[in-house]
């Protein structure tokens, strides 16, 4: 082998960087559901329980909008880790977006009036109960690089600015759906939008 080949090859190879492997998209769903739970219990810690939820949780509505956040959380953060990856299929059907219409609909449904008092303690408790999983989920995606940027940084921005509101179906005891609509859902979209423009930034794209 030549001296220019040797030093060729010596460039080359200093060059190189190790690469740690990425954990598959279920394993890291698993761990994003685990924090979600976290929150939930550490802002019914601190916030308090809901007085009403043993009332609530006879109640159908409640059951099925409750259950429906959660879908959306973690569908969307499932599909973000999947379109983080390349040579996974991408989901026809997402049943996460699926739910935030059937959500909205549902509220919708049972609002009668729009004319509710300001409760801005909602809007303080999603956005602070949002900053963990947002803050995780932005460092998660920063350090590798991502295969699908738009659609990660799309998925990511929802699910982890719904895990706010899914906790606050145990804090907040009002049950209005204009109340729901405005001050839960107005707050988790404007979390979204914020996650949405920090993580174009921050997140690599391969």
Not at 68 to 95: D, E, K
Not at 158 to 172: D, E, H, K, N, T
């Amino acid at each position: 082998m030549s001296k220019l080949q040797t030093s060729l090859m010596d460039s080359l190879s200093a060059d190189l960087v190790a690469v740690n492997p990425i954990t598959s998209p279920v394993s890291r769903w698993r761990i994003a559901v685990a924090l979600t739970f976290l929150v939930g219990v550490a802002g019914a810690f601190v916030f308090g329980v809901r007085f009403n939820l043993s009332t609530q949780m006879t109640l159908l509505h409640f059951l099925i909008e409750t259950v429906l956040l959660a879908v959306l959380s973690w569908g969307t953060l499932y599909s973000a880790f999947r379109t983080s990856m390349p040579g996974i299929p991408q989901q026809r059907f997402h049943f996460g977006l699926a739910s935030a219409i059937i959500w909205f609909g549902l509220l919708v449904s049972r609002t009668s009036h729009f004319a509710v008092g300001p409760s801005w303690g909602c809007v303080k408790m999603i956005l602070m109960l949002n900053v963990i999983p947002i803050v995780v989920g932005l460092l998660h995606f920063s350090r590798i690089r991502v295969f699908d940027k738009r659609r990660t940084v799309a998925y990511l921005a929802i699910g982890s600015s719904v895990v706010g509101g899914l906790a606050l179906q145990f804090i907040c005891p009002v049950d209005q759906g204009a109340h729901l609509l405005l001050w839960h859902g107005l707050s988790m979209l404007l979390s979204a939008f914020v996650v949405a423009a920090i993580g174009w930034v921050v997140i690599k794209e391969a």
